[in-house]
Each structure stands twice: as C-alpha cells, then as structure tokens.
C-alpha cells in the first residue's frame, strides 16, 4: 500500500515524501519491506539509493559465527559457548548503515549427525545456501581440515550465490598457517573474496564489512530503521537461558535440554517483568543434575540469565526455572516441532 504523503525538509527545500511498503518474499522468507522512498523537489521526483542484501553465515560448529554476528551487531544476540553445536534455529541479526541494510543469518554448525534434532539443524544450515544473497563460509583458522568443511563445499558447488571465505581465530595462528590456508582455500572453491578476521577482537571485521557492502545490490529497506533481529522476546530468553546451560552443565546434558517459556508478563505498577520458562531434558538423572544439591544449580542458571536478561529488557526481571522431563525429545520430530525445532 502507499501511505498518505507528508512534508518534509531535504536539502533545504520542504517537499512530499511517500513511501511504498507491502509485505514481499524474499526468495523462502517473508518480511515487510519499504519498497521505495520518493521526494518530489521542486517540480521533480528523486528516488534515494539504496542497497541491501540477505547474508547467511555457514559453516561447521563452533568456529565462532555467532561470535561474529555479535560482534557485527555491536550487541549480544546470538548466545556462544566453547562447546560446539550451541546454535539450533536460524536467527536474523540487522545492520544498519548509511544507504544500506545487512540481514545476517546466523546458522546452525554443518556436520554429521544422526539425532532427529540435529538433522533439523544441519538442514537449517544447507537450506539457508539457496535463501539468500550473500554467503560468508567461515573456516577457523587452526581447523581448516574440518569435516563439516568437506559438507558445506559439497553442497556450495550447486548454488550460484556469491560466496565469501572468512578465516576466523587468525589471533591464535602463525602468518604462515594462514598463507597456506588462504592458498588452499583458492583451489577448493571461486570464492568472492577471502578474508581473515578475529571475531573475537574485532581484528578484519571492518575489512569484512567493506566487502560485504561492495557485494550488495540494489534493493529495499527489509526492516525499519529501530529493529535488531526477528527473534521474538520469548525466543531470546529461552536462548538465554540455554546459554547458561551450557556454559555450567556437561557431556551430553546441554545437548538434551530445551527451553520453552510459558508466560511473560509486564507488570507495570512494580516495573517488573515476570517469565514463567520450563527447561526439558530427556531423563530423571538429567533433570536431578540440572536442579542440583538443594537446588543450587537451577538456582544458578536463574540467576546468571536473570541478570542478562534485565540488560537486555531494560527493567527489573522475575525468572520463574522448573525442569521437566520429555523422554527422548531429540529423536522424536513430533516433541521437536512442540519444542520449536
């Protein structure tokens, strides 16, 4: 539809602006998009410049791709942790700069797998290769022999999508590992580009975006101006949570919970808000591991995602943690798709 025109002041002249905006797929995602913005100056229409793109980053688990999205972003949306496989859904993360808007997707880690929910998540990853414009292949720089690789190059061979090789970790490697690597990673695939970065410090990230808005094209405006990602407010404080998870329990425990909330509630008259979220794993002996002696584990994990979540929300924060059982959910696709897998 196209919104009633008002006036505004560009360039010194007072002139009507008019935005079109519909709701448009792109390619398998749906969004609403400010399809053009136009200013009549002067006798004349002048349609401002603008570019944007989709931005997938692949690649095998745990080589620090949420780490980049949140350091693009300037601010932690995607949770990370030393142990591999910590993304599960698909989230967007939105850039704003000066004439052009970057929708990165951070993506589960490709590799092999034989649970129903970790199928769910490689196939997450490999569908996202033909979903967007841009992809960002990132390698880590002391494992550039990862099985995972082997996969995602297998599946890059079939897409025409511009590609673009990003060594990450190059702050704990030699000059000359990287050479070797950059000179390996010519002869595997036509990347785009390649470039070496520390997600971590920031080191080549600049460099990174610089290529990134050269490789974009004309397009619209996908999100306004004042949104960070498309997670709703409830996904973020399940994945909250889980980050806790993983960062105070071990082995195979964190790979068998999930984290769903029940109820959120603003209470306004004691700036507070009140979340209700059940945290599941697949067996007794979980469940008594993640509650602890006299409860000091789950009390734990509150306590930590409490804290981050008041960051996040900006007020004071009530976590309600209870624990239930749902026997082997990671291999029941019926469990997974209740658990919004």
Known sequence: MLTTARTVLVNGFFCNSEFKIRYTGHKNLV???????????????????????????????????????????????????????TTRNRMLGILHGDGYQMVFMDTPGIHKTRTALHKS??????????????????????????????????????????????????????????????????????????????????????????????????????????????????????????????????????????VTVENMEEIMARDLLSIDARIHVETESQKGILIGHKGMMIKTIGRLARQDLEKIFGVRVYLDLAVRVEKNWTRDTRALRRLGY
């Not at 229409?45 to 780490?67: D, L, Q, W």
């Open 31 to 85: 969004y609403p998009v400010i399809l053009s913005k136009v200013f009549f100056v002067q006798g004349s229409y002048y349609e401002m410049s603008f570019r944007s793109g989709f931005i997938a980053i692949i690649g095998p688990p745990n080589v620090g791709k949420s780490t980049l999205l949140n350091r693009i972003l300037g601010t932690k949306l995607a949770i990370v942790s030393p142990k591999p496989q």
């Open 121 to 258: 998540m490689v196939a997450s990853a490999l569908a996202a290769f033909c979903e967007v414009d841009i992809l960002l292949f990132m390698i880590e720089m002391n494992r550039p022999d990862d099985p995972g690789i082997s996969m995602a190059l297998r599946n890059l061979k079939g897409t025409t999508t511009n590609c673009i090789l990003v060594i990450n970790k190059i702050d704990m490697g030699r000059k000359e590992q990287l050479l070797k690597i950059i000179d390996e990673y010519r002869r595997l695939y036509p990347f785009t580009a390649i470039v070496a970065i520390s997600a971590l410090t920031g080191d080549g990230v600049d460099m990174l975006l610089d290529e990134l808005k050269s490789n974009l094209r004309p397009g619209p405006q996908f999100f306004p101006d004042n949104m960070s990602t498309d997670q709703s407010e409830s996904a973020l404080t399940s994945e909250v949570i889980r980050e806790k998870i993983y960062r105070l329990t071990r082995k195979e425990l964190p790979y068998s919970c999930a």
